[in-house]
């Protein structure tokens, strides 16, 4: 029978959630989805000493501003296999740990600090891979070598340890990664790696998959860094017995830098100005700021579609997917090998499209402090100010531009573009200008038809034409040379206004240009 399909993101809480961790979530949620199981958030905190504060609150915080919700685990609500933040576990490691050591799979190992340093030091003047494994354990003090006597003297006096794994020697270990195909690691690469020590915490890997079968996972979707650990985490499978109920695995791909060397980090952010984590993090002991995409002014759907598309792709041309568009189309064979580059025009393209699709009453609100901020004696029209942002809509990128680029709405010009000006102004002109403010004046009801029409006239009777006039016009009107279609400008703000404009702007640029 199958199982209901069950992951778990697994984030240890040692800092900001980079990016590559965001992902990694998101496709856990979108693959949970996609096949109507469970997602779930597990803290992995048995490493103490790189614990740091408040990085599992920033975890939650970020999923959360993205959507990424959980079904059960830290920060979502406890379920049925709580607790879920491991540490709050320790004591169950101890059985499986001693179930290890009985079978014969696992052996206490009593070396300290200066004995494995020798170790490494003989072996590396021998040339030969200084790691603790099947032929050096011979020669290390552990319960392989020592006497039984000597093992439960040393535990009972409670000298300090640790559990290693026995591997077996030279053993091709293969499995079927769900991204990768078949991978295969002989185990003389690996080393008897700790799996507890005598402070009764377990390592990574032995929390891991302990939890894994506990939870039930089926499908362990993790960063393409745990590869070479996988191997370990099979053995440990069939050393538990659990091989049956061996969760799949899929290692996807690293996020790399945009010029494709190497993994995407945060100096690469700073450098070339894109964050690399989702919201702002202040480290706790440097007060050093990594700054995220939320501060940035991206918004979460931008951020999620991004993502997405860093590692996978639909198979279509279609670029722009919402999270639930994306557990439609998400699948893991769709998910690439090879590394993502990240782009950051791209990932500000994605920000552009959503901004788009905001409704105008969802921007007004932005633009409203905007104008509030820039302390005008005058109000406007929340009519006005929506009829604002459906205009300029189209023209930002972040939500946060949009005052830049429609403050000339609220604030007449008071300078205009010296290229255009410098290229487009003409004799013809001043005359031109009288034409249309007298032609505009003339106008009852005033609007970017009409506007236009008396535009035309103008431009006709001073025979002018159109391509040498219309960007010009559009600096006197708003002082810059690009925007959204401009009679609609004129419109918006009025007959009085677009003539006082013309006005000021003959008079100021006039002056100039004599
Ligand atoms: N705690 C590991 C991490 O920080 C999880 C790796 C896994 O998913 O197995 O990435």
């Keep these: 029978m199958d199982r209901r399909v069950r992951v778990r993101f697994a984030p240890s809480p040692t800092g900001p959630l980079h990016i590559g961790g965001v992902r990694t979530a998101l496709y856990n949620y979108l693959f949970a989805h996609k096949h109507g199981g469970d997602f779930l958030i597990r803290i992995e905190d048995t490493d103490q000493t790189r614990f740091v504060p408040g990085a599992e609150e920033y975890i939650i915080e970020s999923l959360k501003w993205l959507g990424i919700e959980a079904s059960e685990g830290i920060g979502f609500g406890d379920g049925p296999f709580a607790p879920y933040r491991q540490s709050d576990r320790k004591p169950m490691y101890k059985t499986y740990v001693m179930q290890l050591i009985e079978a014969g799979h696992a052996y206490y190992a009593f070396d300290t600090a200066d004995e494995l340093e020798a170790m490494r030091e003989r072996l590396k003047a021998s040339n030969v891979d200084a790691k603790y494994d099947a032929i050096t354990r011979g020669s290390m003090k552990n319960s392989l070598t020592l006497s039984e006597d000597e093992v439960n003297r040393r535990l009972l006096n409670e000298e300090p340890y640790v559990v290693r794994f026995k591997l077996p020697r030279k053993e091709e270990i293969k499995f079927e990664d769900e991204i990768r195909g078949w991978?295969?690691?002989?185990?003389?690469?690996?080393?008897?790696?700790?799996?507890?020590?005598?402070?009764?915490?377990?390592?990574?890997?032995?929390?891991?998959?302990?939890?894994?079968?506990?939870?039930?996972?089926?499908?362990?979707?993790?960063?393409?860094?745990?590869?070479?650990?996988?191997?370990?985490?099979?053995?440990?499978?069939?050393?538990?017995?659990?091989?049956?109920?061996?969760?799949?695995?899929?290692?996807?791909?690293?996020?790399?830098?945009?010029?494709?060397?190497?993994?995407?980090?945060?100096?690469?952010?700073?450098?070339?100005?894109?964050?690399?984590?989702?919201?702002?993090?202040?480290?706790?002991?440097?007060?050093?700021?990594?700054?995220?995409?939320?501060?940035?002014?991206?918004?979460?759907?931008?951020?999620?579609?991004?993502?997405?598309?860093?590692?996978?792709?639909?198979?279509?041309?279609?670029?722009?997917?919402?999270?639930?568009?994306?557990?439609?189309?998400?699948?893991?064979?769709?998910?690439?090998?090879?590394?993502?580059?990240?782009?950051?025009?791209?990932?500000?393209?994605?920000?552009?499209?959503?901004?788009?699709?905001?409704?105008?009453?969802?921007?007004?609100?932005?633009?409203?402090?905007?104008?509030?901020?820039?302390?005008?004696?005058?109000?406007?029209?929340?009519?006005?100010?929506?009829?604002?942002?459906?205009?300029?809509?189209?023209?930002i990128s972040f939500t946060k531009e949009i005052w830049e680029y429609s403050k000339y709405f609220f604030i007449a010009p008071s300078e205009y573009d010296e290229q255009v000006i410098k290229k487009k102004w003409s004799d013809k002109i001043p005359n031109?200008?009288?034409?249309?403010?007298?032609?505009?004046?003339?106008?009852?009801?005033?609007?970017?038809?009409?506007?236009?029409?008396?535009?035309?006239?103008?431009?006709?009777?001073?025979?002018?034409?159109?391509?040498?006039?219309?960007?010009?016009?559009?600096?006197?009107?708003?002082?810059?040379?690009?925007?959204?279609?401009?009679?609609?400008?004129?419109?918006?703000?009025?007959?009085?206004?677009?003539?006082?404009?013309?006005?000021?702007?003959?008079?100021?640029?006039?002056?100039?240009?004599?």
Excluded at 262 to 278: A, I, M, Q, Y
Excluded at 449 to 472: H, I, P, S, W
């Design 183 to 395: 991978v295969s690691f002989n185990t003389n690469q690996m080393d008897d790696k700790v799996l507890y020590k005598s402070d009764g915490m377990p390592t990574y890997h032995l929390a891991n998959v302990v939890d894994d079968y506990l939870m039930q996972i089926t499908h362990v979707i993790r960063g393409e860094e745990w590869l070479p650990s996988a191997p370990l985490h099979v053995l440990l499978y069939r050393a538990f017995g659990w091989e049956n109920l061996m969760p799949k695995f899929a290692h996807l791909p690293l996020l790399l830098k945009p010029e494709g060397n190497g993994k995407l980090s945060k100096r690469d952010g700073d450098r070339l100005g894109f964050p690399v984590f989702p919201i702002n993090w202040i480290d706790p002991n440097t007060q050093e700021l990594s700054s995220g995409y939320r501060e940035a002014g991206y918004l979460p759907e931008a951020v999620i579609n991004l993502l997405a598309f860093l590692g996978w792709n639909p198979g279509t041309q279609q670029e722009l997917f919402d999270l639930a568009e994306l557990v439609q189309a998400f699948s893991l064979d769709r998910v690439s090998k090879s590394g993502a580059k990240f782009d950051q025009n791209k990932a500000k393209w994605f920000n552009q499209q959503y901004v788009r699709k905001l409704s105008d009453e969802n921007l007004a609100p932005v633009l409203q402090a905007a104008v509030l901020n820039a302390g005008l004696n005058q109000t406007f029209a929340a009519e006005f100010i929506l009829k604002v942002c459906s205009l300029v809509k189209e023209k």
């Design 432 to 514: 031109l200008l009288t034409d249309l403010i007298s032609n505009f004046e003339q106008i009852e009801a005033f609007t970017h038809e009409t506007a236009e029409a008396a535009y035309q006239e103008a431009l006709a009777k001073n025979d002018v034409l159109g391509k040498d006039f219309l960007q010009l016009f559009r600096v006197i009107l708003t002082g810059v040379a690009g925007g959204p279609p401009l009679f609609e400008i004129a419109a918006l703000v009025g007959k009085k206004e677009s003539i006082s404009r013309i006005t000021n702007a003959s008079v100021k640029i006039s002056q100039k240009t004599s």
